[in-house]
């Protein structure tokens, strides 16, 4: 597939056939993710992959909604969860090292929190090569008040904050976009600032 049809038709799916992903599609998918830029390359991220009925369920268990009153009932069939989870410590700790010197670990220096943006874009990655791969995918967050089950349930460590979940597998015939689309995408004139605001 094109880059540009890629782009073009990437979606949020939420309904998924309950239909295995290839392995080796979901070692792409992986390996695409740790492609993303990062800044002074921290690459201050970790991903906790869920493949299969047993794992996934683990997750639903754990952070998802109450299924029988859930409006995406097909999105738990997903085969393949990965949490992106941001280590804040790993860029603080890469910028005091000699070549950048802050060495005061401040996070006043940082203009965004670059740990959570960095991830975002591996997840994004991820989002597009389950398309190019002729998959769909979904983004989105665990609950504020279930992130301490999560971390139980999985055992993962503090320093590691989950920033969303990306949900991959094969989309069913009866998925349909979100309403919210409906609104279109904004005019570029209205997003794009040319030369001045």
């Given at each position: 597939m094109e880059f540009q049809d890629v782009v073009r038709t990437r979606r949020m799916v939420r309904s998924f056939a309950a239909r295995p992903i290839e392995p080796a599609t979901v070692e792409r998918i992986l390996r695409n993710a740790?492609?993303?830029?990062?800044?002074g390359f921290s690459q201050g991220w970790a991903f906790l992959a869920l493949?299969?009925?047993?794992?996934?369920?683990?997750?639903?268990?754990?952070?998802?909604p109450d299924p029988s009153d859930f409006a995406y009932p097909h999105l738990l069939d997903a085969p393949l969860?990965?949490?992106?989870?941001?280590?804040?410590?790993?860029?603080?700790?890469?910028?005091?090292?000699?070549?950048?010197g802050w060495t005061d670990r401040d996070e006043a220096r940082w203009p965004a929190p670059y740990w959570d943006i960095d991830t975002g874009m591996a997840a994004m990655l991820m989002l597009l090569t389950a398309v190019d791969a002729g998959?769909?995918?979904?983004?989105?967050?665990?609950?504020?008040?279930?992130?301490?089950?999560?971390?139980?349930?999985?055992?993962v460590p503090d320093r590691l904050q989950p920033i969303g979940t990306v949900a991959v597998g094969y989309p069913r015939t009866d998925d349909r976009p979100s309403p919210s689309l409906r609104r279109g995408h904004r005019p570029p004139a209205e997003v794009v600032h040319r030369g001045h605001w």
């Open positions: 740790q492609r993303a830029p990062s800044a493949c299969g009925p047993a794992e996934t369920r683990r997750y639903w268990d754990a952070v998802g969860l990965v949490v992106c989870l941001s280590d804040k410590t790993a860029y603080l700790d890469r910028y005091a090292e000699p070549d950048k998959l769909g995918a979904l983004f989105f967050g665990i609950p504020p008040e279930k992130i301490a089950t999560f971390r139980q349930t999985f055992g």
